[in-house]
């Protein structure tokens, strides 16, 4: 009984004030009109106020057109950025902290399928301070490509940059280094296979779980000052992850790039359909290049 009054109750006050409202609307707008009334009777013949009320309407509807392009344009880029899956950082530094990419490849490595294409990977996963180091170390399954320390490959991507201690020998002292590291990384039960290829990196690219992180290489640039893209699985038919993990299978099964054999230092290589071909002793595993050529 208690709510049956309360709720006829809220109907009566509200069809009072529904009632108030409409006959107070005629009177409101007289007093509205005749205000109006009489502010333009005194400001019609004020020159200088109409131009600035002019100018000041014009700059107002300028501004509010522009805000207005400037948002469709926005949400034109962000329905695109999410058709092609790309994450935005500014979502993942809220969630994961101050350096969003690194902890989310972290997080997407642990016990996961990782597969890497990078020039030397030093800087990648073999330092302790690389952004894949942890999750090279904690994955359950690794592919990685990484230039032919002897090729020109190699050597090209050296000269291009102007930084007078990139050297072709730095850089083969590079990827050696992260040979090793790959090697008692394996050596540990670790589930890692390597291949070397031989032409100018051109992606350097991470696929990690349902997440893929891209740079490109740029000639005299070193790679780490190149913005990093990251694109997710979840968009509408896979986004550009699906092209970009097409992209790493086509360079994995490319029968004339060879795999490294960790356990045997031997370049391994394959015909199209995988079966072993031939394999080639490689003399300058375990040492620097500066040794191997016979440099103090």
Request: some cysteine.
């Given at each position: 009984?208690?709510?049956?009054?309360?709720?006829?109750?809220?109907?009566?006050?509200v069809l009072f004030l529904s009632a108030a409202?409409?006959?107070?609307?005629?009177?409101?707008?007289?007093?509205?009109?005749?205000?109006?009334?009489?502010?333009?009777?005194?400001?019609?013949?004020?020159?200088?106020?109409?131009?600035?009320?002019?100018?000041?309407?014009?700059?107002?509807?300028?501004?509010?057109?522009?805000?207005?392009?400037?948002?469709?344009?926005?949400?034109?880029?962000?329905?695109?950025?999410?058709?092609?899956?790309?994450?935005?950082?500014?979502?993942?530094?809220?969630?994961?902290?101050?350096?969003?990419?690194?902890?989310?490849?972290?997080?997407?490595?642990?016990?996961?399928?990782?597969?890497?294409?990078?020039?030397?990977?030093?800087?990648?996963?073999?330092?302790?301070?690389?952004?894949?180091?942890?999750?090279?170390?904690?994955?359950?399954?690794?592919?990685?490509?990484?230039?032919?320390?002897?090729?020109?490959?190699?050597?090209?991507?050296?000269?291009?940059?102007?930084?007078?201690?990139?050297?072709?020998?730095?850089?083969?002292?590079?990827?050696?280094?992260?040979?090793?590291?790959?090697?008692?990384?394996?050596?540990?039960?670790?589930?890692?296979?390597?291949?070397?290829?031989?032409?100018?990196?051109?992606?350097?690219?991470?696929?990690?779980?349902?997440?893929?992180?891209?740079?490109?290489?740029?000639?005299?640039?070193?790679?780490?000052?190149?913005?990093?893209?990251?694109?997710?699985?979840?968009?509408?038919?896979?986004?550009?992850?699906?092209?970009?993990?097409?992209?790493?299978?086509?360079?994995?099964?490319?029968?004339?790039?060879?795999?490294?054999?960790?356990?045997?230092?031997?370049?391994?290589?394959?015909?199209?359909?995988?079966?072993?071909?031939?394999?080639?002793?490689?003399?300058?595993?375990?040492?620097?290049?500066?040794?191997?050529?016979?440099?103090?």
């Amino acid at each position: 009984m208690t709510k049956n009054l309360a709720h006829i109750s809220e109907h009566i006050i509200v069809l009072f004030l529904s009632a108030a409202i409409a006959l107070s609307i005629p009177h409101m707008f007289s007093v509205l009109a005749k205000n109006l009334l009489s502010f333009w009777t005194f400001i019609e013949n004020e020159k200088m106020f109409l131009v600035s009320l002019e100018i000041c309407t014009a700059i107002t509807l300028i501004i509010s057109f522009n805000y207005l392009r400037q948002g469709w344009e926005a949400r034109k880029l962000a329905r695109l950025a999410t058709s092609i899956g790309l994450v935005s950082k500014s979502s993942l530094r809220g969630f994961l902290g101050q350096k969003p990419t690194n902890k989310l490849k972290i997080a997407q490595g642990v016990a996961g399928d990782i597969m890497i294409i990078g020039s030397t990977g030093l800087r990648t996963f073999t330092t302790p301070e690389g952004e894949l180091h942890h999750a090279v170390q904690n994955c359950r399954k690794a592919k990685i490509m990484l230039l032919n320390p002897l090729e020109e490959g190699a050597i090209t991507r050296a000269k291009s940059i102007p930084d007078p201690e990139i050297t072709p020998e730095v850089i083969r002292d590079q990827i050696m280094e992260s040979i090793t590291f790959l090697k008692e990384l394996k050596a540990g039960q670790k589930n890692i296979r390597l291949k070397l290829y031989s032409d100018i990196p051109l992606l350097k690219l991470a696929i990690l779980g349902d997440h893929a992180f891209l740079r490109h290489y740029h000639v005299g640039l070193n790679v780490r000052k190149m913005p990093e893209y990251v694109f997710n699985s979840e968009s509408i038919h896979g986004g550009l992850y699906l092209p970009l993990y097409r992209y790493f299978l086509s360079r994995w099964n490319d029968p004339d790039i060879p795999e490294y054999d960790l356990d045997t230092d031997e370049l391994v290589l394959r015909d199209k359909a995988g079966r072993e071909i031939r394999r080639e002793q490689v003399e300058w595993s375990g040492r620097s290049y500066k040794e191997e050529v016979g440099i103090s």
